[in-house]
């Protein structure tokens, strides 16, 4: 992919604040993200391929996470959230933008160095089937993480796959069985395992109860809770379902068309969102109660998600936004603080 | 009398059976709902009740009736039909194919003894469906124009202009900008939310009297799925269409449905008006549902209370409560005999809830 730059390099707009905060947050703040770009190069052309645009799947998200947090990210499909999860894996390759992970920086990693640091970031993806090799039974999938970071002895690994096995609630007998012979629930569950085997700091989750039924969703998350205790973990969790990242995260982004619009802490932003786009996400989202469906009143946004390889100008959500005046076409609203610690794009105050 | 009447429907496939004795009724005007988890029949309900099964060894000889023109039919369930004639013969296996039984009376007439041919000239126009995953139902080589303005022609014998621009009012209606362009437009040039308009305006092309609509907004995004439901609401209210909603998402039920029936392993365990439902949860699998789901209106911090095990963990209903291995409440009731379907307007099948209550 293509790491040139297209554009003049924008100065982060965030650079000044962590500057202040950074000695009393450094031994806490495990994940600092700024400025993080993503952009895929759009090509024609049959023999001699031309570079005729770029499809700004990130531009410019920048955050952090506390050791032992969660914070979510939330979005619709074709916002970025997940090519920005890839890209702080460094399984994307960022465009611009910094990552750095207990102070280390894993943008700057190349090689081997790279290669050894990745046992410190693992993923749990949507797709359990599909993410989990069908000819490996569980004992090989669990054990392949530990041989590719050459950690133990076959018997040691064997004896930490249980560990992790019993820790996600499935029985040792489940070792010699192939992912199909599992249900949803359980595959889930054995990838949540194997990004457990290397002991991470971070998983990044990326929808990781959406293909699972409701009754198996409420286990998984409560699972996941559980996982945070017991191996101090910190997550980053990557969902379309608003009530899902609400009950996993105590701190929440909304991402819209490669940016972030607003953040803040997971009950403020649910009490008092300042966003449009956040009041409509909000007012979308079904709830189950009869009374409270029959009374609320929805904000229904017009249209579609506009295309990421030409965002509108300004704000790019002011093509859908009920508020939208003039100023919003010129002007990119500031990513600015509204309240302590409730961060906002938007030049109103709704 | 409703406009739909289910009665004991039972779809088997073989030795498995997917639903076993279901009754229900759609009046018009109304949104009823099938809600569960996969796996419980809700969907095999609908695709029975269109006569979209492929056919199996029992019942009549019924044809398999999925080559209809007029609509879209789910993948996967093609190609499954079996060679009746020698299945029933010997009355041995059933290759893939579904035995249908009970009734489904449409307007009076029950539309499992109808013959195909019958079927055919009401699907589409009398009863129409909209299915979950809008790009594998439409023809992906087909310009969306010429897929609604098939249903125009065979159902109220439209042709050439007039197909089209009654083709073109319906995309109109069901929100899509630009129609007449649109019309020339394939499926992968549209976004989710406009083929699930796409399938909508094609099922009401006719003005059905029912409309099936099976997960109608699962694959898509909030604001989009809230377009949708605004969409089909909508319909019911001003052309008193029958809604029968299949869905998973309580959320979705609570928002359009007026009646609900909770499924589980192919029977109805709880059923009663929506508010009733969400007011008093009866039967420990919809109150299970319930404590799944995290929501954005109770404190933040308030724990989920899964229901445990999985869908696999059934026992079968002839032998006691299908939830019962999954149930907090389980005695010994629950695991001798078949539990009935008590009370009349809030209807439930749990031989415990007396105790409880």
């Known amino acids: ?350 | 009398m409703a406009l739909l009447e289910v009665e004991d429907l039972r779809v088997a496939f073989g030795a498995s059976t997917a639903v076993d004795g279901v009754s229900f009724s759609v009046p018009e005007g109304k949104v009823v709902g099938l809600v569960g988890e996969s796996g419980c029949g809700k969907s095999v309900t609908s695709l029975a009740i269109m006569g979209l099964l492929p056919k199996g060894r029992g019942r009549k000889a019924r044809q398999p009736v999925l080559a209809a023109a007029s609509e879209p039919v789910g993948s996967g369930l093609k190609a499954t039909a079996a060679a009746p004639q020698s299945i029933a013969a010997s009355g041995g296996r059933s290759r893939g194919g579904a035995d249908v039984n009970g009734r489904a009376v449409f307007d009076g007439t029950d539309l499992l003894s109808l013959a195909p041919a019958a079927m055919r000239r009401r699907r589409g126009k009398d009863l129409a469906m909209v299915f979950q995953d809008p790009l594998s139902s439409l023809n992906p080589v087909v310009p969306i124009g010429r897929q609604i303005t098939e249903v125009l022609e065979r159902h109220r014998g439209l042709k050439g202009d007039k197909a089209s621009k009654e083709a073109a009012n319906l995309l109109d209606r069901v929100g899509i900008p630009d129609p007449t362009r649109r019309l020339k437009e394939y499926p992968h040039q549209l976004s989710g939310g406009m083929r699930q308009r796409v399938l909508i305006a094609i099922a009401v092309a006719c003005a059905p009297r029912l409309l099936i609509a099976d997960e109608p907004t699962t694959a898509l995004d909030v604001t989009i799925q809230a377009q949708i439901l605004e969409l089909l609401k909508d319909l019911v209210e001003t052309e008193g269409t029958a809604l029968l909603m299949i869905t998973h998402d309580l959320g979705v039920v609570a928002g359009i449905c007026d009646e609900v029936n909770v499924l589980y392993s192919g029977r109805v365990v709880e059923s009663a008006p929506v508010r009733e439902l969400f007011a008093r949860p009866t039967h420990p699998y919809t109150i299970g549902l319930l404590g799944s789901i995290p929501r954005l209106d109770l404190p933040i911090h308030e724990p989920l209370t899964p229901i445990r095990g999985s869908i696999a963990d059934v026992i079968r209903w002839h032998d006691g409560c299908a939830f019962a291995p999954r149930c907090d409440r389980v005695a010994a009731p629950c695991v001798e005999g078949e539990p009935a379907l008590v009370g009349a307007v809030h209807a439930h099948r749990c031989v415990m809830a007396e105790e409880v209550a």
């Not at chain 1, 009393?24 to 031309?50: C, N, Y």
């Open chain 1, 1 to 350: 992919m293509s790491t040139e730059q297209t554009e003049p390099h924008v100065p982060a707009q965030r650079t000044e604040e962590p500057d202040l905060s950074a000695a009393a947050t450094a031994s806490t703040r495990l994940l600092e993200v700024e400025d993080l770009k993503v952009h895929f190069p759009i090509r024609r052309g049959i023999v001699v391929e031309r570079t005729v645009g770029h499809v700004q799947a990130v531009d410019g998200v920048g955050l952090g996470i506390d050791s032992g947090g969660t914070y979510g990210l939330v979005g619709e499909s074709g916002c970025g959230k997940t090519t920005f999860g890839r890209a702080v894996l460094r399984l994307e390759e960022p465009t611009a933008g910094r990552v750095r992970l207990g102070g280390e920086e894993v943008t700057a990693m190349k090689g081997e160095r790279l290669r050894r640091f990745r046992s410190r970031m693992q993923m749990v993806f949507q797709d359990p089937l599909g993410s989990l090799n069908p000819r490996h039974n569980v004992d090989m999938l669990l054990s392949e993480p530990l041989k590719v970071h050459g950690v133990g002895s076959k018997a040691e690994r064997r004896k930490l796959a249980v560990e992790t096995l019993d820790a996600v609630g499935l029985p040792k007998s489940v070792l010699e069985r192939f992912p199909h012979e599992f249900s949803g629930g359980q595959r889930q569950r054995l990838g949540i395992a194997r990004a457990l085997m290397l002991r991470p700091d971070l998983i990044v989750c990326d929808e990781p109860v959406s293909a699972l039924d409701v009754s198996i969703q409420a286990q998984v998350m409560n699972l996941l809770d559980e996982l945070q205790d017991e191996f101090g973990l910190t997550y980053l969790v990557i969902a379309h379902d608003l009530a899902v990242v609400r009950h996993l995260s105590d701190r929440v982004g909304v991402m819209y068309l490669g940016k972030l619009v607003e953040e803040a802490d997971s009950e403020t932003i649910y009490e008092r969102p300042r966003h449009p786009y956040t009041k409509a996400l909000l007012s979308a989202v079904p709830q189950p109660d009869p009374e409270v469906e029959a009374n609320r009143e929805r904000i229904i946004l017009k249209g579609d998600l506009p295309s990421p390889a030409n965002p509108p100008s300004g704000c790019r959500f002011r093509t859908r936004c009920p508020w939208a005046e003039d100023i919003c076409a010129e002007v990119e609203p500031e990513w600015r603080e509204a309240a302590g610690g409730h961060k906002v794009a938007c030049h109103f105050d709704l």
